[in-house]
Structures are given as C-alpha cells and as structure tokens.
C-alpha cells in the first residue's frame, strides 16, 4: 500500500524488508524519528497552504520550503547513513 509519507515507488512493505536481523539497531529508529517528523511537517504544511499570507517571506515561500524539507526527509528514509 503507498503512502505520502514514503519516498516515490517505496511501499511499506520496501520499508519493513530493511529492517533485517542483519541491518543495525539504530537503523529502526532513525526511520521512525524520520518519519514522525515528516509527519509533523506535513501537517504544518497543510495549516499553511490553507492560509494566505504576505510579508518578507509568504506563503508560497514557506510551504516550497517545507516541501523541500519534507522531500530531504524522505531521501533520509530511503537512504539511511549512521549518526
């Protein structure tokens, strides 16, 4: 089943596979503080792209750099390096 919150063509099932008795214990962990955190950006993004603002920094300007936190987050999921 896809998800918003997985990197593009990754399933949860792609996800549950890296988590081999081989792969590292801190592995699990970091994809699960990745994705709380992705989860909690993506519903700042949705309050923001519902509201309509100017100043030194709009809307647009905000979500796009939310957008692309989001998508760093994902490329972290996808690609684990140690801490």
Request: aromatic share 10%; net charge negative; glycine share 4%.
């Given at each position: 089943?896809?998800?918003s919150?997985l990197p593009?063509?990754?399933?949860?099932?792609?996800i549950?596979?890296?988590?081999?008795?081989d792969?590292p214990?801190w592995v699990?962990?970091?994809?699960?503080q990745l994705?709380r955190?992705?989860?909690?950006?993506?519903a700042i993004r949705?309050e923001?792209?519902?509201?309509?603002?100017d100043?030194?920094?709009?809307?647009?300007?905000?979500?796009g750099?939310l957008d692309?936190?989001?998508?760093a987050?994902r490329q972290?999921m996808?690609h684990?390096?140690?801490?």
């Amino acid at each position: 089943m896809y998800s918003s919150y997985l990197p593009a063509g990754c399933t949860q099932a792609d996800i549950d596979a890296r988590f081999a008795p081989d792969e590292p214990a801190w592995v699990a962990r970091y994809i699960t503080q990745l994705a709380r955190q992705l989860e909690r950006i993506a519903a700042i993004r949705a309050e923001l792209a519902a509201v309509r603002f100017d100043g030194a920094y709009d809307s647009t300007d905000i979500v796009g750099y939310l957008d692309d936190e989001m998508q760093a987050l994902r490329q972290h999921m996808a690609h684990p390096l140690p801490e």
